[in-house]
């Protein structure tokens, strides 16, 4: 995914990464990561999943973007990477590292520390599920 271009720059939809291509930040949607070349009208955008979720809706909407950006000349991908909240990584995952050119003991070291973060992120939640910060009213 990262051959032929070594311009490539990184965002994600958190306050310190606010870099979205100004493409993306036109549309209503923040996808979580987007990878994108400054020299080329490619985007890549990456959306984390969580299997149990009930985000059926927005995955359509981002293929809809998709097509939008296509018919403005960029060639655009939706990467759903799905991991579960018991730590369990999909083969999702593992695509998407070897396409970024993450291969061997350091796919295997990546893999294995976003099970433990799904994992612990999950443990933290559920420690804390009778806390009123964590409800609507």
């Avoid at 606010?18 to 955008?45: C, F």
């Avoid at 350091?106 to 976003?114: E, I, M, Q």
């Amino acid at each position: 995914m990262l051959d032929g271009c070594d311009d490539w720059v990184f965002s994600a939809d958190l306050p310190e990464w606010e870099r979205h291509p100004d493409v993306i930040r036109k549309s209503a949607l923040r996808p979580d990561i987007v990878i994108h070349p400054a020299s080329t009208q490619q985007i890549n955008m990456v959306e984390l999943t969580v299997p149990y979720e009930s985000r059926i809706e927005e995955a359509h909407a981002f293929k809809d973007v998709t097509k939008e950006l296509k018919k403005d000349g960029y060639e655009a991908k939706v990467m759903p990477v799905e991991i579960g909240g018991r730590g369990f990584v999909g083969s999702s995952a593992y695509g998407l590292l070897s396409k970024l050119s993450i291969c061997g003991n350091l796919r295997t070291k990546a893999l294995g520390l976003l099970a433990e973060t799904a994992e612990n992120s999950s443990r933290w939640i559920w420690s804390r599920s009778n806390e009123s910060l964590l409800h609507k009213d």
